[in-house]
Each structure stands twice: as C-alpha cells, then as structure tokens.
C-alpha cells in the first residue's frame, strides 16, 4: 500500500478541467464558466455551494489555466494586513509564492482566493472593493452561505456568483475509486457503495473517512464494508451545520449558560469556532439567550449582547472571539428571570384559543363624535385592559421573578 501522508483529498487535489469531478452546469463542454477560462477572461466571482464540492479546487485550477499567480486565503484568520500583502504583491508582479524567485513574464495576472468569504466583515470586504474594481486582483470568493445575505453589495456587483452542487453519489464514487489507485487497495463494491452515499455530496468527507479506514485496515490490501462502520464509530463526530451535531452543540452551549455554567458553555462556544461555525449564529443566539433567560433579572444584558453582535460584525474574527468570550461569560454568570417571556407566551395562547376578541371600550380611540356617544373611550363596569372574557387572567407573576 503506499505511504499516506499528507491528507488524501490534498494528495488527489485535480490539477486541470480535465480531471475535475463534477460542476459540469458550470465547467462541461460549452458552459459559462469553462468558456471564460478557455478564453482567458475569468472575472470576479464567487463560488457558492455546499462543504467538499470543489471550490478550492476549481479556484486553482482556474489559475492555472489562466497562468495567474495564486493567492489563498482564509476569511477565518487573514485580515487587512495579509490582503494588503497580495495586492502589493499583484502591483508590483512579485513571484506568485514565498517559494519562487523569479518572476514569470508569461503571467496573466493575480488571483486571491478567499475561503468563506462570507466571514469577512463589511470594512475588510470594502478595503477589496478598489482593487477588484481597477482589476489589480481577481477575487474569487467561497462560500457555503447566500451571499446575497453575507456579501456586501458593493462587492456583490462586482462579481458573478456560480452555484455548485453537491456531488451525486455517482461522482463521490469515481472519486473514491481514483483514492483506491492512488493508495493500491481495494474495497468491496457494498462499501464502495455505502461511503459513496454517507459522504452526501462531500467529496473530502468521503477522502478523510477513506484515508482513516486505511490507516485502520488497510495493510491487507482490502477494505469491508464493516471496516467502514467500525471506522465510523472510531472517529470523532463530524461537526456538520446542517446535521445533529450541530444542533447538539449549540444546545449544550444555550443549556450551559442557563445552568450557569460559564466553564461548560466556553467550551462549548470554542467546539463551535473551531469547528467553522458562523460566530454571529453564535452571537444571535445570545442575543435571544439574553431576553430569553437573563430577562428582567439583568435588563443590561441584552445590551450587552447587542453590543457582542454588533462587535462581531464590525471586527470579524479572529479578534472577534475575545467579544464573544466576555459575552458569554457575562451571561453564564448573570442572574436568571424568564418571567417576562413565560408571561408574552401564556397570553399568546389565550390568543390563538380565542381569536380577537373586542378590546374594552375604553381602551379603544374615539376621534368622532358618534364613537364617544357609542362609549368608545369610556370606562365601565370592567377596569380590566383585557377583553371581558380575560379579565381575570394574569400573565406575568411577579412571583415567578
């Protein structure tokens, strides 16, 4: 079997169109995207689609075709300084890596992939806008979020989205065979076919279970279908934010703030971080947690986590995790009073029980003559603000404070 190294989708990275897998809407024989590299006129874009499709890829290979120097990225942890770094590179033509020394007089120009592009915040997404505009960078942005939403709409125009989809379990299946070769082992056509379709479109999540099932198994030259399952109980849960672990973790996070548990609940929101989730679905959920659970017992918080949202927003990570820390830390140890929205949802149940029922007359406007003859703005028998058939209810109790 030979050596594995370096992580297997790494390894078996497509160098050209030719040996790309998959996207053929976008780079098959004719389509939009394998005409502008064709011709050599590749704008701006952004890839958007699902993890382990190929963005990454289809970047490179683009650059290739191209004969541009290539640039990667990571929204997570670059900031201004590192982009400020490949535009004086593109600028001033240096060498398209740390690793050249020469300048390539044949090269068409500079491509700067940024992975999650969505992570950047608005005043690092205008500190591009310039250069994408002028054409000193061609930017091609990934994403698995709408970046209609996370995009801002300066840059947004300046750019031409391509949706890719998941890989069919067809493609997955090609792939994996390609990793069989490369490794010289084989595996049983039911394994073949179950890893296929766990991956669920995944082309890395498919290489990574493989590479591990090898690494477990695969001295005797054949992987089982059994191998496979066992591999899959031998690994850590797959932080995946659309499937169970996701909504796990973000619940253990909720549940470790509402036990008061800043420990547990740092933990927790590091899992989260690590794992790539988006920190302002991290910080929204403190900003509900904050009315939800602190509530009346320390009305300051949501303030607070208004301010740990806006935050993130404004600074991005990495530095915006030291916001989030503070902020969960704060309302971890905060006092707790869910009064107030026990109280909202106990009369929204009389609501949908009994419809709308006629407001006290009273409470209700009398800019007409007519309507204060009628009573309308008048006080009655009932002193209650409710409806007649609810006046005797009482929703919020202080004793619940």
Same mark, same amino acid.
């Given at each position: 079997?030979?050596?594995?190294?370096?992580?297997?989708?790494?390894?078996?990275?497509?160098?050209?169109?030719?040996?790309?897998?998959?996207?053929?809407?976008?780079?098959?024989?004719?389509?939009?995207?394998?005409?502008?590299?064709?011709?050599?006129?590749?704008?701006?874009?952004?890839?958007?689609?699902?993890?382990?499709?190929?963005?990454?890829?289809?970047?490179?290979?683009?650059?290739?075709?191209?004969?541009?120097?290539?640039?990667?990225?990571?929204?997570?942890?670059?900031?201004?300084?590192?982009?400020?770094?490949?535009?004086?590179?593109?600028?001033?033509?240096?060498?398209?890596?740390?690793?050249?020394?020469?300048?390539?007089?044949?090269?068409?120009?500079?491509?700067?992939?940024?992975?999650?592009?969505?992570?950047?915040?608005?005043?690092?997404?205008?500190?591009?806008?310039?250069?994408?505009?002028?054409?000193?960078?061609?930017?091609?942005?990934?994403?698995?979020?709408?970046?209609?939403?996370?995009?801002?709409?300066?840059?947004?125009?300046?750019?031409?989205?391509?949706?890719?989809?998941?890989?069919?379990?067809?493609?997955?299946?090609?792939?994996?065979?390609?990793?069989?070769?490369?490794?010289?082992?084989d595996m049983a056509e039911v394994g073949l076919d =179950?890893?296929?379709?766990? $991956?669920? #479109?995944?082309?890395? %999540?498919?290489? *990574? !279970?493989?590479?591990?099932?090898?690494? @477990?198994?695969?001295?005797?030259?054949?992987?089982?279908?059994?191998?496979?399952?066992?591999?899959?109980?031998?690994?850590?849960?797959?932080?995946?934010?659309?499937?169970?672990?996701?909504?796990?973790?973000?619940?253990?996070?909720?549940?470790?703030?509402?036990?008061?548990?800043?420990?547990?609940?740092?933990?927790?929101?590091?899992?989260?971080?690590?794992?790539?989730?988006?920190?302002?679905?991290?910080?929204?959920?403190?900003?509900?947690?904050?009315?939800?659970?602190?509530?009346?017992?320390?009305?300051?918080?949501?303030?607070?986590?208004?301010?740990? =949202?806006?935050?993130?927003? $404004?600074? #991005?990570?990495?530095? %915006?995790?030291? *916001? !989030?820390?503070?902020?969960?830390?704060? @309302?971890?140890?905060?006092?707790?009073?869910?009064?107030?929205?026990?109280?909202?949802?106990?009369?929204?149940?009389?609501?949908?029980?009994?419809?709308?029922?006629?407001?006290?007359?009273?409470?209700?406007?009398?800019?007409?003559?007519?309507?204060?003859?009628?009573?309308?703005?008048?006080?009655?028998?009932?002193?209650?603000?409710?409806?007649?058939?609810?006046?005797?209810?009482?929703?919020?109790?202080?004793?619940?404070?």
């Open positions: 079997m030979a050596q594995i190294s370096q992580p297997l989708a790494e390894q078996l990275r497509p160098q050209s169109l030719a040996d790309f897998m998959g996207q053929q809407h976008l780079v098959g024989v004719d389509k939009p995207l394998r005409i502008a590299i064709e011709n050599n006129q590749v704008p701006s874009m952004i890839l958007w689609g699902p993890p382990g499709v190929g963005k990454t890829t289809l970047a490179r290979i683009i650059a290739n075709h191209t004969n541009q120097r290539f640039f990667s990225l990571s929204a997570v942890s670059a900031g201004k300084a590192d982009m400020r770094e490949v535009v004086k590179s593109a600028q001033n033509k240096k060498p398209r890596t740390l690793f050249d020394t020469e300048e390539d007089e044949n090269e068409n120009g500079t491509i700067l992939f940024l992975d999650e592009i969505h992570r950047f915040n608005k005043a690092q997404q205008d500190f591009l806008l310039p250069y994408v505009e002028d054409g000193t960078i061609t930017l091609i942005g990934a994403t698995t979020e709408n970046p209609s939403f996370e995009v801002i709409s300066a840059l947004l125009s300046r750019m031409q989205i391509f949706v890719l989809n998941s890989l069919t379990p067809d493609e997955i299946k090609q792939i994996i065979e390609r990793a069989l070769r490369h490794m010289e082992i =179950f890893l296929s379709h766990y $991956a669920n #479109g995944d082309a890395r %999540a498919a290489l *990574n !279970l493989l590479n591990n099932a090898a690494r @477990l198994y695969g001295s005797g030259g054949i992987i089982t279908l059994e191998q496979v399952k066992e591999t899959l109980q031998s690994k850590h849960l797959r932080y995946d934010k659309t499937g169970d672990e996701h909504y796990n973790t973000i619940s253990a996070f909720i549940k470790s703030m509402r036990a008061s548990d800043a420990d547990a609940a740092l933990y927790y929101m590091a899992r989260m971080i690590d794992a790539g989730e988006d920190p302002k679905f991290i910080a929204r959920h403190m900003v509900i947690f904050a009315s939800e659970d602190v509530g009346l017992a320390l009305p300051t918080a949501l303030v607070v986590a208004n301010e740990v =949202f806006r935050a993130v927003e $404004a600074i #991005g990570m990495p530095e %915006a995790q030291y *916001n !989030l820390a503070q902020g969960v830390v704060y @309302l971890a140890t905060a006092p707790k009073d869910r009064s107030a929205g026990d109280a909202y949802f106990r009369a929204l149940e009389d609501v949908q029980q009994y419809g709308n029922l006629e407001v006290p007359m009273h409470l209700r406007n009398a800019p007409t003559k007519l309507m204060k003859e009628l009573g309308y703005g008048k006080r009655g028998e009932n002193n209650s603000n409710l409806p007649e058939k609810l006046s005797d209810k009482r929703y919020y109790r202080r004793d619940e404070s």
